[in-house]
T-cell receptor
Framework: AQSVTQLDSHVSVSEGTPVLLRCNYS??????LFWYVQHPNKGLQLLLK??????LVKGINGFEAEFKKSETSFHLTKPSAHMSDAAEYFC????????????FGAGTILRVKS | ETGVTQSPTHLIKTRGQQVTLRCSSQ?????VSWYQQALGQGPQFIFQ???????GRGNFPPRFSGLQFPNYSSELNVNALELDDSALYLC????????????????FGPGTRLTVL
């Protein structure tokens, strides 16, 4: 079965500094990987997805992630944090054997300090 | 293009009661998935419907059941509510783009917050 481990439950950065949210995955075959963001009292919004094309994936709002098979990692980065980036971020792997079941990590809460 | 909508927004029930949550999928999407998000946790997969048939189920008991209608909207029913059923219930819709369903993007609704007292 697929699984995802988000290595940090909380990350705090200053506005204008880089963001790194770490994610490791476990998959028995070539996975599809996603990052979703959830703002307080809002639904989940897709930031980006990897589906075995380019290993460096660019998403919305300046976020990007790199798929590293040798390290089984899919870390999310952004060069410069903005106050509006404060939210909870979920790394997600898709189990596609019998459909499209998403397996979520526990989430990383990003705090951005002014 | 209308996104995924869910109703109601909030719901309060007592233990032992039954509840029905509703979801309208995004235009053109024929697949609906339901997830349960307990406080402080990531969402957990409940089940998925594709063209009105159940197409995968997570580790939830049979008192969690669902339906998908010809217009691809969906219901989640929970019988004999327990305190631990208190959570945010999320619906997501998608449309198969190719042979691999795992590559499809799921678009989420805002959720229904269920409180069981």
């Amino acid at each position: 079965a697929q699984s995802v481990t988000q290595l940090d439950s909380h990350v705090s950065v200053s506005e204008g500094t880089p963001v790194l949210l770490r994610c490791n995955y476990s998959s028995s075959y070539s996975p599809s990987l996603f990052w979703y963001v959830q703002h307080p009292n809002k639904g989940l919004q897709l930031l980006l997805k990897y589906t075995s094309a380019a290993t460096l994936v660019k998403g919305i709002n300046g976020f990007e992630a790199e798929f590293k098979k040798s390290e089984t990692s899919f870390h999310l980065t952004k060069p410069s944090a903005h106050m509006s980036d404060a939210a909870e971020y979920f790394c997600v792997v898709s189990e596609g054997e019998y459909g499209n079941k998403l397996v979520f990590g526990a989430g990383t809460i990003l705090r951005v300090k002014s | 293009e209308t996104g995924v909508t869910q109703s109601p927004t909030h719901l309060i029930k007592t233990r032992g009661q039954q509840v029905t949550l509703r979801c309208s999928s995004q235009s053109g999407h024929n697949t609906v998935s339901w997830y349960q998000q307990a406080l402080g946790q990531g969402p957990q997969f409940i089940f998925q419907y594709y063209r009105e048939e159940e197409n995968g189920r997570g580790n939830f008991p049979p008192r969690f059941s669902g339906l998908q209608f010809p217009n691809y909207s969906s219901e989640l029913n929970v019988n004999a509510l327990e305190l631990d059923d208190s959570a945010l219930y999320l619906c997501a819709s998608s449309r198969p783009q190719g042979a691999l369903l795992s590559t499809d993007t799921q678009y989420f609704g805002p959720g229904t917050r269920l409180t069981v007292l």
